[in-house]
Nanobody, 116 residues
Framework: QVQLVESGGGLVQAGESLRLSCAAS????????MGWYRQAPGKQRELVASISRVGITTYADSVKGRFTISRDNVNNMVYLQMNSLKPEDTAVYYC??????????WGKGTLVTVSS
């Protein structure tokens, strides 16, 4: 099992920044991809950004140029730097990791609220 704990969410105004962190623990061996997803009220969960073990990144079009994902393989952390936040970025943000076996693990989420 892999346990994931997100932190860093909160209430900010449009244009401000937040940095989300996700700490992985437990059976962390063979973790491959790490990523952030979000789910806004009434909407489906969607990919925000992902990063492979060797640092290859993918971003949703809506966050390109504003968000940056990074990871620390030594400390088993993944981060999401969110700049120029918009009200439409308001959502619960979830951390997900995928092991080499293909199994996914999810955190419980952290709420980001952006006021206009």
């Amino acid at each position: 099992q892999v346990q994931l704990v997100e932190s860093g969410g909160g209430l900010v105004q449009a244009g401000e920044s937040l940095r989300l962190s996700c700490a992985a623990s437990g059976n962390i061996f063979s973790i491959n991809a790490m990523g952030w997803y979000r789910q806004a009220p009434g909407k489906q969960r969607e990919l925000v950004a992902s990063i492979s073990r060797v640092g290859i990144t993918t971003y949703a079009d809506s966050v390109k140029g504003r968000f940056t994902i990074s990871r620390d393989n030594v400390n088993n952390m993944v981060y999401l730097q969110m700049n120029s936040l918009k009200p439409e970025d308001t959502a619960v943000y979830y951390c997900k990791v995928t092991r080499n076996s293909g199994r996914d693990y999810w955190g419980k989420g952290t709420l980001v609220t952006v006021s206009s």
